[in-house]
């Protein structure tokens, strides 16, 4: 099992270095296809006009978005042609509101979408509904890759948060070609449910199924020590030296984590290694 059908979707340069370098890297490791979806956006508002705004400044907007788009296709092209693996580019242009609709279509056919990090300094406010489009409409895993770390191709430990819930399963089953390259996979649960079935073994029978495809694994049952979630796994990271984190995404709604937070924000936010998500 591999990845054969790897996307990234490019709308400021300087951010898509690093998911440039990830999928140039993995396609040449996976003798894959690395397409790069570049899209300049037009920020106008659909449907009214700004006030005191006319017909040429709403013109001059989508006149930017296009020279933007060019610039990133050059970019792509550009990076990809010096890689020696298979790829191609295309350019377009979307309206903000608009922008998750191209996402998601392209990240329906892709084995694996890979994206910079959403939050952060000069991140713009599209990267947030890309991430979201990509794995909400779209239905594809996700790898988030930090700006300043270098391409992960083969992860040497890959920590795995583990909450017994459908959205980590979904991240685990589609991060195998990850796990199964790993030296060790960490199952990492934080304070295990006193009453249920797997009370007296947690994370045992995840282990016993991800063993029987070839990944080493071994389980830390971990204390909540620390008020949130994303904390303890960053650490915990830290601390084992992982490469990789593998966890599901938004057990909440979006809306709650958006305006409360939630673990799915805040490693986007703080995390310092690859995050490979699913929903």
């Known amino acids: 099992m591999a ?7 490019m709308t400021e340069t300087e951010k898509a270095r690093a998911a440039l370098a990830q999928i140039a890297v993995l ?11 570049c899209l300049g956006v037009d920020r106008t508002q659909t449907g009214y006009y700004y006030a005191g705004a006319n017909a040429l400044i709403l013109q001059e907007s989508l006149t930017r978005a296009n020279a933007e788009a060019d610039s990133l296709l050059a970019f792509a092209k550009d990076y990809l042609g010096k890689t020696g693996v298979r790829w191609s580019a295309e350019n377009g242009v979307a309206q903000i509101a608009d922008i998750g609709r191209h996402v998601a279509h392209r990240s329906r056919f892709s084995d ?8 952060g300094q000069d991140c713009g406010t599209e990267a947030e509904p890309i991430v979201e489009s990509a794995l909400f409409e779209g239905h594809a895993p996700v790898l988030i890759v930090p700006e300043d770390i270098e391409p992960v191709v083969t992860p040497s430990t890959v920590l795995v948060g583990w909450n017994e819930s459908v959205e980590a399963m979904r991240a685990i089953r589609r991060a195998l070609p990850f796990l199964q390259q790993a030296e060790l996979t960490r199952i990492v649960v934080i304070d295990p449910p006193r009453h249920g079935p797997d009370r007296s073994d947690p994370g045992g029978m995840l282990s016993q199924m991800l063993s029987r495809h070839g990944v080493k694994c071994e389980i830390d049952v971990l204390s909540k020590t620390m008020t949130r979630v994303s904390d303890i796994l960053n650490r915990h990271a830290a601390d084992t030296e992982a490469d990789m984190i593998v966890m599901g995404a938004y057990g909440h709604s979006r809306f709650r984590e958006a305006i409360l937070g939630g673990a799915t924000r805040n490693m986007l936010e703080q995390s310092a290694v690859p995050i490979f998500m699913a929903h």
Do not use: G, N, R
Not at 3 to 9: A, D, E, N, Q
Not at 112 to 119: F, R
């Open 112 to 119: 694996l979408v890979v994206l910079p990090k959403p939050y």
């Open 3 to 9: 990845y054969k059908s790897l996307l990234t979707v």
């Open 27 to 37: 396609a040449d490791a996976q003798d894959a296809h690395a397409e790069a979806l």
